[in-house]
């Protein structure tokens, strides 16, 4: 065994959240701005696995009794039991220390973060690294306990660590970004779970097909639209598709009256585009900004109520 140190992104969902778990495309891209970060080190004999997590002033031991109802558990050593089952290892003597800039429950990819980094550490430690096919197969496991219906968009652009044109169970692609462009991320500073809101659309869904099949299509072609328009870039087109995603996205009841007051502050101050980010109710929004806006649209977003905002260059 040795000293091993991960780490995985952020993500940003660009287009296509819930209407992605119901087979429309979606596009993402890794934020390295905000990371997990997983350091293991050999521990005395006979000490087992140890997680530490000192953000969250946590230290737990993997001797398979813990409450599996804690969604520490779930966070932080179900993905560690997930890989030493898969990788057919006994468990080890190890501490792993766990840091994480990226916020809990609002929309950035923290679970699969944390789960990617801490495996990736554990994998490195026993000297079996994993591919990153064998490790996106695995947190995407992971996503299915924290969601129960992940559409794997999550698992896939934090592990792949590339922009990611996604459609559930096809082969994901990546994409170029031919010229790069400026989001605001704004913070509501309201934890929505995202299994939540994914139920409740799937409801949505299946009591009012004809009203919400529309939606979903739309939502979809909107994420291909905007693929194109990275792809060719013209990412000032990207600005409107925002405005009609997230529109969109408040018809399938995960806005919230936070999220449509940031979306709107970023408008006002002169933003291109706004819309909610990952599974909503509360979390991020994303605005489409001229990079020399960016100072004055994150103000803005403070302003109006964001916890924390900052702007971040994609491509
Ligand atoms: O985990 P979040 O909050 O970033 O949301 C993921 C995006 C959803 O489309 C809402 C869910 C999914 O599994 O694709």
Known sequence: MQTARARAPGKIILFGEHAVVHHQP?????????????????????????????????????????DQSDPLYNALVYPLELALSALNAP????????????????????????????VRALALALCRPLSNDALNALIYEVEKRHHSNPSGIDNTVIVYERPVYFVRDAPPTSFIIAAPFTLVVGDTGVNSPTHLAVTDVGRLFETEPERITPIFTRIGAIASQARAAIETGSPAALGPLMNENHALLRELTVSSPELDDLCAAALRAGALGAKLSGGGRGGNMIALVAPEQAPAITGA???AGATAAFATTVG
Do not use: K, M, Y
């Open 91 to 118: 468990v080890p003597d190890l501490t792993i220390t766990i840091r994480s800039s990226i916020p809990i429950a609002s929309g950035l990819g923290s679970g699969a973060a944390l789960a990617t980094a801490l």
């Open 301 to 303: 977003l403070l302003e």
């Open 26 to 66: 979606a596009i993402a891209v890794p934020l390295a701005a905000v990371q997990a970060r997983a350091e293991a080190v050999p521990d005395d004999f006979g000490s087992g696995l140890t997680v530490h997590a000192p953000d969250v002033n946590c230290v737990l031991r993997v001797t398979g009794d813990l």
